[in-house]
C-alpha cells in the first residue's frame, strides 16, 4: 500500500489510456483485473483481522474487481459472502463473477458483516445512483465495523469529486493504480477515509500531483538576512491582518520581513515597519511582496497595488487586493491565493472539477492560482498542478488565509520556482495547522510553522 503524497492524479480517461498502453505490451482486461482483486484481497485479508467479510459488487469492472477479491479471500480460507442488485455487464466482470463459487445474495436482503468491502461502482459511475441501490449500500455501511472501498467509494464521481449518493464515509479506500480526483478533491474526498494506492502494474504519468512535504534545506554558512530572503508586506486598512501575514513570514524562515503602513502594537520586534513608500517595494533585495491582507478597497489600497504591480518584485496578492486587480498582469512571478468567492469574482464562473478551473485560471491569468477550501488547488500556467487535499478544516477561521500569504512569501523570497513556493507555502500551512491541533485561532498557526519547517529538513 502506497500514500497518496506526491503521486500523479489520474482522470478516468487517462487511467483507460494506460490500461489500453498495458494491454498493448500484453496485458489483458482480465489479467489487469486480477491483479487488482487480488491486491484488493491481500489488503481486506490484513485489515479484516479473521473477521467476515461481505463484498457488495456492481455491474461493471469494480464489481468485476469485487468478485475476483471474494475468489482469493474464500481460497485464503477466509470467511466471505457476496451479494449484488445487477448482474455483470463487462464481459471481463462476467468471467470473474463465472470463477467465484459461492452464493450470491440480492444486496437489498444482504446481511450485515463486520467487514464490508463496496465494489459496486468504481470510476464509471456517471450518473445519480438510485435511491435504493443507495439505501442498501447505506444500511450496510452504517453496519459494518470496518468499511473498504475498491478504487472509489461508490457514488462519487471520480473525475471532479462530485456527489452521486448520500452515503457515509468509508473507512479506507483502496485507489488501483494511482489516486483520481475524487481522493483529493471534496466532497469525494471526506467519503474516502484513509486512502492507500495499490500497484496494479499500470504505469500512469501525468502534471497533476498530490502535495507532498517539501525538501527544504537547512541555510548555508555564509547565510545572511538578505540572502534568506526579504519579504515586503503591505498594511492597509486592518493592520491585524498585515501583522498576521508578516509574522507568519517571518517564522517560515525569512530572513527580513518588512511591514510597509500602519501596523498593530505587538508586532514582533524583529519585524521592521516603515511608512509605505513604492521606493521601498522597489529594492532589488526584496524577494516577494505580499499585498492583500487587511488591505481594504478604498483610493489608497488600489495606489498600494498599483505600485506593488509596477515594482517589478515578485508577488503574493490575496484577499482585498485580488478583487482590486481586475485582470491585470505582470511580467515577473505572481502568485493569487483566492478561495471559491475570490474566485468566481476573478475568474467568473469557469466548468470542469476544481483543478480544471484552477489551471485554466492561471493559463488566462499568467500567474500561478492557489485556489484554497478544504481542498487547495495550485496550478501554474504550464500546466503543472499540486493538490494538497487534508488542510484540517480547524482552518476555517478568520485570519488564516492570512497567514498563508505569509507562508508563500517567505518561501517565494526564498528563491527557487514561484510554482513550488506556492505548493511549499500551502503544505506547510497545512502541517501547521495539523500540529495546532483543536481550536486554534490564526496567531496560534503561525508558532507551528517553524515545527513544521524542520519537518521537511
Ligand atoms: N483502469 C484500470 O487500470 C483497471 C480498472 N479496474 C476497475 O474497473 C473499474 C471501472 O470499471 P467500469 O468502467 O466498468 O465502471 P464501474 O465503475 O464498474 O461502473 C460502471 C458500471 O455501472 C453502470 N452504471 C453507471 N452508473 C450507474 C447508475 N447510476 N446506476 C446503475 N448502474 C450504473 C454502468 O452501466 P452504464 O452506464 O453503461 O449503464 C456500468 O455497468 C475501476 O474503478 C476499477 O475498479 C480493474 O478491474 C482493472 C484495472
Ligand atoms: N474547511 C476547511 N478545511 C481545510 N482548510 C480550510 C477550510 N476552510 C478554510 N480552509 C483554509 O483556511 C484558509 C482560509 O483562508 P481565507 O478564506 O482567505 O481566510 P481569511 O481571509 O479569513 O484569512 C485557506 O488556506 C483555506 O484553504
Ligand atoms: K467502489
Not at 390 to 413: E, K, N, Q, Y
Request: hydrophobic share 50%; with cysteine; net charge neutral.
Amino acid at each position: 500500500m502506497i500514500r497518496l503524497d506526491g503521486l500523479p492524479i489520474v482522470t478516468t480517461e487517462q487511467m483507460r489510456a494506460a490500461e489500453a498502453q498495458a494491454i498493448a505490451a500484453g496485458a489483458t482486461v482480465d489479467g489487469l483485473m486480477a491483479r487488482a482483486g487480488e491486491a484488493v484481497a491481500e489488503q481486506v485479508r490484513r485489515l479484516a483481522a479473521g473477521a467476515e467479510v461481505l463484498v457488495v459488487c456492481g455491474p461493471g469492472n469494480n464489481g468485476g474487481d469485487g468478485y475476483v477479491a471474494a475468489a482469493a479471500l474464500k481460497r485464503a480460507g477466509h470467511s466471505v459472502r457476496v451479494a449484488c442488485f445487477s448482474e455483470p455487464r463487462t464481459a471481463a466482470a462476467g468471467a470473474a463473477r463465472a470463477r467465484w463459487t459461492g452464493a450470491i445474495e440480492p444486496l437489498s436482503e444482504a446481511m450485515l458483516a463486520p467487514v464490508l468491502l463496496d465494489a459496486m461502482f468504481g470510476v464509471g459511475l456517471t450518473r445519480e445512483l438510485d435511491k435504493g441501490v443507495t439505501g442498501s449500500l447505506r444500511r450496510l455501511i452504517e453496519g459494518a465495523r470496518l468499511s473498504i472501498a475498491v478504487d472509489v467509494p461508490s457514488g462519487v464521481s471520480s473525475d471532479d469529486g462530485a456527489s452521486l449518493a448520500d452515503l457515509p464515509p468509508v473507512d479506507v479506500t483502496l485507489a488501483l493504480g494511482a489516486p483520481k480526483p475524487a481522493h483529493v478533491l471534496q466532497p469525494a474526498a471526506q467519503r474516502c477515509g484513509a486512502v492507500r494506492v495499490l500497484d496494479i502494474r499500470v504505469a500512469v504519468e501525468g502534471s497533476v500531483r498530490v502535495a507532498a512535504a517539501p525538501r527544504l534545506t537547512r541555510p548555508v554558512p555564509e547565510a545572511h538576512k538578505y540572502s534568506r530572503g526579504l519579504v515586503a508586506v503591505v498594511g492597509g486598512a486592518m493592520p491585524g491582518a498585515a501583522a498576521l501575514t508578516a509574522t507568519a513570514a517571518a517564522r517560515s524562515g525569512a530572513g527580513y520581513v518588512l511591514l510597509l503602513g500602519s501596523a498593530t502594537d505587538r508586532l514582533p520586534h524583529a519585524i521592521v515597519r516603515r511608512r509605505f513608500s513604492a521606493e521601498a517595494l522597489g529594492d532589488e533585495r526584496v524577494g516577494a511582496v505580499v499585498i492583500g491582507p487587511g488591505l481594504g478597497r478604498e483610493d489608497q489600497a488600489k495606489g498600494r497595488l498599483d505600485a506593488a504591480l509596477a515594482c517589478g518584485r515578485p508577488l503574493v496578492i490575496d484577499g482585498d487586493a485580488l478583487h482590486l486587480l481586475d485582470g491585470r498582469k505582470v511580467d515577473g512571478p505572481m502568485i493569487v491565493t483566492p478561495h471559491a468567492g475570490e474566485f468566481t469574482a476573478m475568474f467568473g464562473e469557469i466548468g470542469g472539477s476544481k483543478i480544471e478551473q484552477a489551471h485554466e485560471a492561471a493559463r488566462r491569468s499568467g500567474a500561478i492560482v492557489v485556489f484554497k477550501g478544504a481542498d487547495t488547488v495550485i496550478a501554474a500556467p504550464d500546466g503543472r498542478v499540486v493538490v494538497q487535499p487534508d488542510g484540517p478544516a480547524w482552518l476555517s477561521t478568520a485570519g488564516t488565509g492570512d497567514v498563508l500569504a505569509g507562508v508563500i512569501g517567505a518561501r517565494l523570497a526564498a528563491g527557487g520556482d514561484p510554482f513550488e513556493a506556492a505548493a511549499d507555502g500551502a503544505w506547510l500551512h497545512a502541517e501547521a495547522a495539523r500540529l495546532a491541533g483543536p481550536a486554534f485561532m490564526a496567531d496560534d498557526l503561525a508558532a507551528h510553522l517553524p515545527v513544521a519547517i524542520g519537518r521537511c529538513l
